[in-house]
């Protein structure tokens, strides 16, 4: 049986445990909010990324006339920094891409850094509602910052990871639905392997 990571509320996060995975530090009271280890990069394979934040809902979800926003951003911050996005999926209060890096391994890595420093923090701005010099508050007007954490990301290997990255984004769009999640991932698993789904992976 596939293992499954458990996140830090105890939960299971439907990814199987795999090699080459960056999980960012949550942005708790006391907690480090700087990687202790390098970020695992490919210049050759895709890259799995997700940021995420509790922020994001009402007035400052992702999704309804904010999704249009958000996907202006993505795709032109992207061009900028040569990224290409092959998959992209908003569900709400959190964003999944899997894009392919550009060049050489220090290329890659560089503009990798500067494209998820500027994607991550314009979409604060314009959705969060953070300004230059004006931290960002919660809706009780406590300071603090737009994102969980610092961004996940994992090295896609082969067509196993993107089945696996494919049918745990499947779960999430679910969920972004109502779905209760216990339901979302039987649906997402069932989905993915039927004639509507299969083939995706490959995309």
Not at 51 to 62: L, N, Q, V
Not at 180 to 185: E, G, M
Request: aromatic fraction near 8%; hydrophobic fraction near 35%.
């Amino acid at each position: 049986m596939k293992r499954t990571r458990r996140s830090r509320s105890g939960q299971s996060s439907f990814l199987p445990v795999l090699k080459d995975t960056f999980m960012g530090p949550d942005r708790m009271p006391g907690r480090d909010t700087h990687a202790k280890v390098g970020r695992p990069l490919s210049s050759r394979k895709p890259i799995h990324v997700c940021f995420r934040s509790k922020h994001a809902k009402g007035r400052r979800t992702m999704l309804g006339l904010n999704k249009i926003k958000v996907d202006r951003l993505v795709a032109r911050i992207s061009k900028r920094f040569g990224i290409k996005v092959q998959k992209y999926a908003n569900v709400g209060n959190h964003l999944h891409l899997v894009v392919k890096l550009p060049g050489g391994t220090m290329t890659a890595r560089r503009q990798y850094q500067k494209w998820i420093r500027l994607l991550t923090s314009r979409i604060a701005f314009d959705i969060g509602g953070g300004k230059k010099n004006r931290p960002f508050t919660d809706d009780t007007g406590k300071k603090t910052k737009f994102w969980d954490a610092i961004p996940f990301s994992r090295v896609v290997h082969g067509l196993r990871g993107w089945k696996d990255m494919d049918r745990y984004v499947l779960k999430n769009e679910l969920e972004a639905q109502g779905v209760p999640k216990d339901l979302a991932i039987t649906m997402a698993r069932d989905l993915f392997y039927s004639s509507r789904f299969v083939g995706r992976a490959a995309g």
